[in-house]
């Protein structure tokens, strides 16, 4: 026996969003959103699994769509001996109205969620913005720096005054050893 689906929601397809929605799918070059928006192997692969199932999914609509959509029940009150049963699935056929939902609450909340995110982006944009400053002025620093050669012991003692203070206090003492060394570089006398 083959299953009966009821019909597609005939409102549906005389609205304008869904007319818009299925030209704007009809538009899209996928090769070209592929190529020129740099996705990721995953994303491209989820993509195209994506439109894989979108397309099973229409070709099942259409194949279901075709079909008659009207229960004969003259056909099983002649086929069943029991014809209650029969009378009793026509009425709850008859019967039957769909219960609505209102989905204003469900909307809100994405609504919210989406203003959330927007807000959390455009401070991560801020805040990558401000490091990307620091560090294009860091790599700017880092290329007008003269190179290691020409750098003097003044130059050093100029840029850190403490370290000119430290070796000064040690040479007055007569330390000539750095506290550490030996144990991090060892010992590299010969004798």
Do not use: C, W
Request: net charge negative.
């Amino acid at each position: 026996m083959r299953r009966q689906f009821p019909e597609p929601l005939p409102f549906l397809q005389d609205l304008p969003f869904v007319m818009a929605s299925k030209a704007a799918i009809a538009a899209v070059d996928f090769t070209r959103v592929y190529t020129t928006l740099g996705l990721g192997k995953e994303t491209i692969a989820a993509l195209q699994a994506f439109r894989k199932r979108h397309g099973d999914a229409q070709r099942i609509h259409a194949q279901y769509a075709s079909q008659p959509t009207t229960v004969d029940f003259a056909h099983y009150r002649s086929v069943l001996r029991n014809t209650a049963i029969v009378d009793e699935a026509e009425k709850l056929l008859k019967d039957f109205k769909p219960v609505t939902y209102d989905v204003n609450t469900h909307i809100k909340a994405i609504e919210t969620f989406e203003a959330k995110a927007v807000e959390k982006a455009k401070e991560t944009a801020q805040k990558i913005d401000v490091e990307l400053k620091d560090l294009q002025a860091t790599l700017a620093n880092i290329e007008e720096a003269r190179p290691f050669e020409d750098l003097t012991v003044s130059d050093f003692e100029d840029s850190h005054p403490r370290l000119a203070e430290t070796v000064d206090t040690m040479v007055q003492k007569g330390k000539f050893s750095v506290p550490g060394y030996k144990e991090k570089f060892g010992d590299l006398s010969l004798v």
